[in-house]
């Protein structure tokens, strides 16, 4: 039998990367480390999310340590204790070992390990305890399923401090996945995507369907911003000339560039479109 | 009818293909890595076609209800290009990505050395990655090749209980059933099998094991195969449950071996609200 990959030769692993036992009911839902029950009433001391939420940009907003504290109450016993160790080694093994480090490889089999619904913000925590700085989460986002990238961009305010790694944000919103791009606009993109960028970056979450709450502080960086004004009025005509509704979000950030800005009319009903969130810029 | 096409190349597809896939009861699909009709010339172009499969054809089949995963492999013909050969060395850091569920198609194109080397090379790395294999038997010289194949699997660290030998027919199911496989059948508009043949086939095997795909791809090919299946096995008096193991159960059974298989689309695309909202529109019918 060959050493399994990705493991320190010095220690043993609990969970080895080669499972042979087949999965036993793969069809059912394939989280079965996974408690099936409410979690427990989570010990929210330095958090206020009043439901605490473990997806999207909330994963960017919360500690890790809450969020730690969070999904260690939602996991299962076995999924738990492979979480635990897959902190420690990302701790006590950082950086590059070998083809692929211990870490990136419990970065990579997250999903079936904590199930689906978990995985983003066990990778998290994962990117946290290994100090990735920017060069490793560069590489683990470019070497990166589209989930481990979605879970390095909202890593991406715990982990690095300066504008280093926006060109990983400038990636994830060249893509028409919109998974990618929301996770993209969270609060590294508020705090250093350049102006150009980051209009077009709102305007891309309209014309793809994410929703504007996605972006973080959007009412900061709209505020009396008189070019995004101009680029979601030009929008909005485009649409009426078309005969096409106005998403209703563009009324409301036109507003957030200026107190004194009435929406243009008419104002239409919320269009995702028919499958408005497909990716397609339409 | 719910139906999980175990090998078709969605890359080569329009989003009307998945409209109608799922509109026949397509809910699960697995896109192999193979060759793109044009050859490669360097890894780097291997790579990100490994990364579209990991990123954006998945994104793409979930806007359609369907649960996308994949198998990533140096595909026989272009493992005889030595521009490409390094691709094997890469495979690792792919192969532990949750949303492979197993390392194929690999096989046989020609029979050369370089394949031999590739095809053992492969089935090793399933073995070591907890995967099992799609293999798929050659077009030119199929029964030798069909054993040479067997041999080769029966020489490897993988148990044949955890191989799927693809593009069957008459003349290589006898020997691929002896061996234990599991059975694969892709039926084309043209080539290899039909629906017809394909329930002989199954009166004569039984389902146990038997797989049915498309294989759909940039040739020939139609998407809704499957389907097609699944309405003769009944107009020929194969029952639902017949109809469900084929079509359904077993492609998860083998595909559940990797404990990687997630049928679950709603967790796929809860990072936004919308796209879920999106999600539950396209599901409302279903
Ligand atoms: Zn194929």
Redesign the interface.
């Known amino acids: 039998m ?1 050493q ?3 493991q320190p030769m010095s220690q043993p692993v609990e969970n080895p ?7 036993p009911t ?2 059912a ?2 989280t079965p480390e996974t408690q099936a029950a409410e979690p427990t009433a989570p010990d929210l001391t330095a958090t206020d999310l009043p439901t605490p939420d473990l ?2 940009a909330a994963l960017a907003r919360t500690p890790p340590a809450d969020l730690h504290r969070l999904l260690a109450t939602r996991l299962g016993g076995a999924a738990r204790a492979w979480l635990d160790q897959a902190l420690e080694e990302a701790a006590t093994h950082p950086g590059i070992h070998g ?2 480090s211990v870490w990136e ?1 419990r970065l ?5 390990r904590c199930g ?2 978990h ?1 983003d913000v066990a990778r998290v925590l994962i990117l946290h305890a290994a100090r990735a700085g920017t060069d490793a989460v560069s590489r683990v986002y470019f ?1 990166g ?3 481990e ?2 879970a390095v961009l909202h890593a991406l305010p715990h982990l690095v401090a300066g504008p280093d790694a926006l060109p990983l944000v400038e990636d994830a919103l060249r ?5 990618l791009v ?2 993209a606009v969270g609060p590294y993109a508020a705090r250093y995507l350049a102006p150009h960028h980051w209009r077009h970056a709102v305007l891309k979450c309209l014309f793809t ?3 504007v ?2 972006v973080a502080e959007l009412d900061r960086r709209a505020h009396a911003d008189a070019e995004l004004a101009r680029m979601l009025a030009d929008y909005a005509a485009e649409r009426t000339a078309a005969g096409r509704p106005v998403p209703e979000d563009l009324h409301r950030v036109l507003t957030l560039t200026d107190p004194t800005a009435t929406p243009p009319a008419p104002a239409a009903e919320h269009d ?1 479109g028919p ?5 397609k810029e339409s | 009818m719910r139906i999980f096409d175990p090998h078709i190349h969605m890359t080569s597809r329009t ?1 009307d293909d998945y409209e109608a896939m799922h509109a026949a009861g397509v809910r699960a699909v697995v896109e192999p890595s193979f060759w793109l009709g044009q050859p490669r010339t360097s890894p780097a172009s291997f790579f990100d076609y490994f ?1 579209s499969l ?3 054809e ?3 089949a979930a ?1 359609y209800g369907i649960a996308h995963h994949c198998t990533l492999a140096l595909n026989p013909k272009e493992a005889n290009d030595p521009r490409c050969a390094p691709v094997l060395d890469e495979l ?2 792919y192969l ?4 492979v569920v197993a390392v194929g198609e690999i096989g046989y194109d020609s029979m050369t050395p370089a394949e031999d080397t590739a095809l053992a090379a492969q089935l090793q790395l399933a ?4 995967l099992p294999a799609l293999v798929h038997t050659p077009h030119r010289d199929k029964l030798a090749g069909l054993r040479r194949t067997l041999d080769v699997v029966s020489e490897s660290a993988l148990a044949p209980d955890r191989v799927l030998v693809d593009h069957l027919n008459e003349t290589t199911v006898k020997e691929a059933k002896d061996s234990g496989c599991w059975l694969g059948f892709s039926v084309y508009p043209d080539t290899k099998m039909d629906e017809e043949r394909v329930i002989t086939i199954l009166r004569e095997y039984g389902p146990e094991q038997v797989l049915v795909n498309s294989a759909a791809d940039w040739g020939k090919s139609d998407p809704l195969k499957t389907r097609g299946v699944g309405d003769l096995m009944l107009a020929e008096g194969f029952s639902d449950d017949e109809v469900d193991r084929v079509l ?2 077993n492609p ?2 083998f ?10 689309l709603d ?9 879920h ?3 539950s529109v ?1 599901r409302g019918g279903a």
């Open positions: 060959r399994p990959i990705g990367t080669a499972d042979p036992a087949p999965h793969p069809h839902h394939s997806t999207g083809p692929i490889l990579a089999e997250a999903g079936r689906p619904e995985a070497q399923t589209a989930a990238r979605r893509t028409n996945d919109t998974r929301a996770a369907g994410v929703p709450d996605e995702p499958r408005g969130t497909d990716g | 989003t990364d990991l990123g954006w998945p994104f793409r806007q690792p850091r532990v990505k949750d949303q073995a070591d990655h907890g359904w159960r998860v059974a595909y559940g071996l990797s404990g990687r298989l997630d049928l679950d967790l796929d695309v809860t990072a936004t609200g919308a796209t909202e999106g999600n396209l």
